[in-house]
């Protein structure tokens, strides 16, 4: 059993797509965080939500508390956001669990 | 500022030995986590360290251990290693307990052989 799901585990877009990668956990949390990771294994922490919605350039992710779902949107993609992004909930502290991630490439 | 360090970057050893890495947290964090990545399991929590106490620890065997010193860098040691403790392995800091963002070091790649 997984405490955080994602989907889809892979995706493939055209360059200026709109994008969408969903998490679904089952854990009671204190915060949702966001991850990006590039090969080579470079992860950088994108987005720490713990209610509603927060934007970053190109990048919104938003949080349901109470369905317990978060979703991570990419406008006007480009191929340098191709990378594996992970969805981690934090039940308490810094201890994670974390989804198996999507592999998102964007094609030119 | 410096990003969170990692030594060394990569590692082979044999069945049985053991190993030591070291993380280096941003100068002001005390707390740093360790995680496993492999391709079969996907990241995993290893432990977190905060004011050179362990303070969480995820499932993993007694053969994984760690500490904090004082300057809070961190050590992980794994004992009597085993062919799937290959593995990517990450540390990350941040400046406190709680709800923080996570500054990931770049990874020790361990091959088990």
């Known amino acids: 059993k997984n405490e955080v799901e994602q989907s889809p585990q892979n995706l493939t877009a055209q360059e200026g797509e709109f994008i969408t990668i969903n998490c679904s956990y089952s854990?009671?949390?204190?915060?949702l965080h966001w991850l990006q990771q590039h090969p080579g294994g470079g992860i950088v922490s994108l987005f720490m939500?713990?209610?509603g919605k927060k934007k970053h350039g190109r990048l919104i992710a938003t949080i349901n508390i109470q369905e317990k779902h978060s979703s991570l949107h990419i406008t006007a993609s480009h191929p340098r956001d191709s990378a594996v992004y992970i969805c981690?909930?934090?039940?308490?502290?810094?201890?994670?669990?974390f989804g198996t991630g999507t592999s998102l490439t964007v094609i030119p | 500022k410096a990003g969170v360090t990692q030594t060394p970057r990569y590692l082979i050893k044999t069945r049985g030995q053991q190993v030591t890495l070291s993380c280096s947290p941003i100068?002001?964090?005390?707390?740093v986590s360790w995680y496993q990545q492999t391709p079969g399991q996907g990241l995993q929590f290893l432990f977190e360290?905060?004011?050179?106490?362990?303070?969480n620890k995820g499932n993993f065997p007694g053969r994984f251990s760690g500490r904090q010193f004082s300057n809070s860098r961190s050590e992980m040691n794994v004992s009597t290693l085993e062919l799937g403790d290959s593995a990517l392995y990450l540390c990350?800091?941040?400046?406190?307990?709680?709800?923080?963002?996570?500054?990931f070091g770049p990874g020790t790649r361990l091959l088990v052989l």
């Open positions: 990350a800091s941040s400046k406190r307990q709680g709800l923080e963002t996570q500054y």
């Open positions: 854990v009671g949390i204190s915060a």
């Open positions: 939500l713990s209610s």
């Open positions: 981690a909930v934090a039940p308490g502290g810094n201890q994670f669990y």
């Open positions: 100068s002001g964090h005390r707390s």
């Open positions: 360290y905060f004011s050179e106490t362990q303070r």
